[in-house]
């Protein structure tokens, strides 16, 4: 059993950085894919950032389109953290953010509650 609990949220204005993080418990952090996802009122949830498996051993990063180049995912193993750094922030950013993790992120099992990213413009 893994728990998630995100921090970082906040209101931020266009352009501005927000970092979030992602603290885990459980045991094998190191072994999980990990991502963020995001969902915004009246949209489907959206992987936005993540730590995606290929194969059996192998962890790689990927981004949605829309974040590249703005957005850093980034994962601490000793502290059981993963983290998302966001950059020039847009308007459409805003949403509720979530980690989330499991052996693929295509379903993962393991969800946080969730932090709320408002980008004011």
């Known amino acids: 059993q893994v728990q998630l609990v995100e921090s970082g949220g906040g209101l931020v204005q266009a ?14 952090f190191s072994t999980y894919a990990l991502g963020w996802f995001r969902q915004s009122p009246g949209k489907e949830r959206e992987f936005v950032a993540g730590f995606r498996r290929r194969g059996v051993v192998t962890l790689y990063v990927d981004y949605v389109d829309s974040v590249k180049g703005r957005f850093t995912i980034s994962r601490d193993n000793a502290k059981n953290t993963v983290y998302l750094q966001m950059n020039s ?4 950013d805003t949403a509720v953010y979530y980690c989330a993790a499991g052996f693929r992120l295509d379903s ?3 969800w946080g509650q969730g932090t709320q990213v408002t980008v004011s413009s």
């Open 89 to 92: 922030l847009k308007p459409e």
């Open 15 to 28: 352009g501005g950085s927000l970092r979030l993080s992602c603290a885990a418990s459980g045991r094998s």
């Open 108 to 110: 993962p099992p393991y």
